[in-house]
């Protein structure tokens, strides 16, 4: 009996692009969607009613092994779980933890019954099993949670890699069994997803996804993006799958990505995608427009009086010029962080809804080309 | 001619206190009134929403050092002023960057003319007169203006606190004539305020405010308060002059205070007050309750599911708890910062509206007492 379930309601005729309807204890989302990313249970400078109300945000992703560190998921259990914790009225996604432990923690040792690490906040040593992170997230009370995986760095041996991912694919099904005996008694609906890993080689991707088909999941993620691998990899790698998961279910690929990169992963059957990139590069200065991106710290935009991008609508470009947001930024003060976050997450969210909008009218592919052609214009030109 | 009008509305009997309405171009203020510190034209951490539409906050104060700067007050000037620059609709006043130059820039000299001083971002030499500061400020379109003053640190030797505060009259009768000259073409209503010096010596305040009689400000202004003196001491000062000042203008006391100081100052007549405790001690970890003050890292908040203040209505307190709080701050989420400001910002303004409400209802002297007590009680506890 699924969990979560997955309507369909929209399909490119020429791509793998669809509009589903992901329906949650926390609200239906309308997909493809994308997650800002709530690592320690805030996205960065916004509050919980700029992201629900303003924005429009439906998911959020928090991380479960930052979140497990602190303030701990026992925490969160006795206050009520991670949407009471932090206010949050609408669904949440939580990693596995796999990624941070492979990326944030200095030792760690892979065993066949789970992985060992040092915090890397004060050293202390932990252990995540398949079936410890399953029960860490159903303390939290996440909406759909993610198996233990290994998300190994790139690049890679084929023979390093093949072990790794038959490792993933064993504890995806421990994972999955622990997951299944917890919820049976449970009122509450949740999903966990298995996570699609094997490196940059194909062969071992298709191998994964075809184990992972057994275990009849809700959804299925597709992890071990954003490694540092080549882009063109990383679009390589989902579509190695694209036939294979079934198209009945959402799929959800981990860390992607650019804005110009959305649509692509959306043609290529891409029901889900979450990233720091909109609230980090916000921070630093990086905003991302309707027209190319805006380094705001140079001195054309000192006596701009124009907004981030004319084209947006939300908060900061309706109320605030980039000279402005210009001069927070130099001040080092936090109202820059709060209303550049708040336009890239916003920026992000709008791509998504023009997406839906193309598959809906059946204009996808002229909108993919489009996306594609302003993309490579923007790359020449670098900056508005 | 006032540029700013002023009425008195309702007084308390028994006390100095009263409540009035402040016209200013940019609405109508009741006082007493606290405003907040937006130093780089911004209060750090909220939005120019959440303070004008959330908290209701009809004032803000913006420091005139830091503007001139950094961007700039011709920057400034050339975007439409401070108003449109910041996107604040409601009133502004700005110091005059006396306190500044003596408290953050390194290298000074004070000469009859003015203060000569090192910026304390790159080094650069300045120079501040009564009339340059006039003509920055008019740049910035600043509702209520402040002329130039030395503000001597604590403490000082009558005879230096004497003759600086002669030239502080001297300057302000400069700054006054320059004002007048320059407004006198001008369709914006702007306000410039004196003000008293005098170190913490009473005969000398009473001369320096029976000397700024003669300019028929619309308003006066007490400042070297909060360099270092004891409490005590703050409120002696402004005693001093509360028989010179005229009762039918508005009197503000620069820099001050602490919650429980607040109904002290209206007590003595004073209509208006700034101070950076609200946002600073907020990102420091130092929350203002009706009920004490709450040390949001001490781990007694841990699991602590209530709001920061159980009597408040704030954003902040209406939505998240203790526990989380402590969370966001001990991960040093900017997110605490906005959270924790919006909530002290909305304590000074609650406390602010308590003490007009007592002053209309004829119970202003029991409201005082039982601020006294509290806060003794508290100063006793330490914590909630």
Chains 1, 2 share one sequence.
């Not at 989302?29 to 700029?50: C, H, N, S, W």
């Not at 789970?114 to 410890?132: C, E, K, R, W, Y």
């Not at 290994?150 to 995806?172: D, G, I, K």
């Not at 063109?232 to 799929?251: C, G, N, Q, Y």
Request: charge should be negative; include cysteine; aromatic fraction near 8%.
């Amino acid at each position: 009996m699924p969990q979560i379930s997955y309507e369909i309601i929209a399909e490119c005729p020429d791509t793998r692009a669809r509009v589903g309807l992901l329906h949650t204890p926390h609200g239906s989302i309308e997909t493809p969607v994308f997650m800002p990313v709530g690592t320690q249970a805030t996205v960065k400078g916004l509050t919980q009613r700029d992201l629900a109300e303003d924005i429009g945000v439906p998911i959020l992703l928090a991380n479960t092994y930052h979140l497990y560190l602190r303030p701990g998921h026992e925490l969160i259990r006795k206050l009520g779980g991670l949407h009471k914790f932090m206010s949050w009225p609408n669904a949440i996604l939580t990693d596995s933890g796999g990624f941070q432990v492979f990326s944030l923690s200095g030792l760690r040792k892979i065993e066949e019954e789970g992985v060992l690490f040092h915090s890397h906040l004060n050293g202390d040593a932990h252990t995540f099993t398949p079936q410890s992170i399953v029960d860490v997230q159903l303390a939290y009370g996440s909406d759909i949670q993610m198996v233990l995986d290994e998300c190994p760095e790139y690049p890679v041996s084929h023979e390093y890699a093949r072990q790794s991912m038959l490792r993933t694919v064993r504890w995806a099904k421990q994972a999955n069994d622990h997951f299944r005996m917890r919820i049976a008694d449970s009122p509450t609906r949740h999903a966990l997803f298995p996570i699609v890993q094997g490196s940059m080689y194909p062969d071992l991707r298709k191998e994964c996804a075809r184990a992972l088909l057994d275990l009849d999941t809700d959804g299925y993620a597709i992890g071990g993006l954003s490694v540092g691998e080549p882009r063109p990899l990383s679009l390589e790698a989902v579509e190695a799958t694209e036939d294979i998961l079934p198209r009945s279910k959402p799929r959800y690929a981990m860390g992607v990505g650019m804005p110009a990169e959305l649509p692509e992963y959306v043609a290529r059957g891409i029901d889900m995608m979450d990233c720091v990139l909109p609230s980090r590069n916000a921070r630093n200065g990086y905003l991302f427009t309707s027209e190319g991106r805006v380094i705001i710290k140079h001195a054309r935009y000192r006596e701009d009086e124009g907004p981030v991008d004319p084209n947006c609508s939300c908060y900061t470009c309706l109320n605030y010029s980039r000279a402005y947001l210009r001069h927070l930024f130099q001040g080092k003060e936090i109202l820059y962080s709060v209303l550049a976050t708040r336009h890239n997450v916003q920026r992000y969210l709008d791509i998504m809804r023009e997406i839906r909008h193309a598959i809906k009218l059946g204009s996808f592919l002229e909108y993919l080309k489009c996306a594609r052609s302003i993309a490579a214009e923007a790359e020449a030109r670098a900056e508005v």
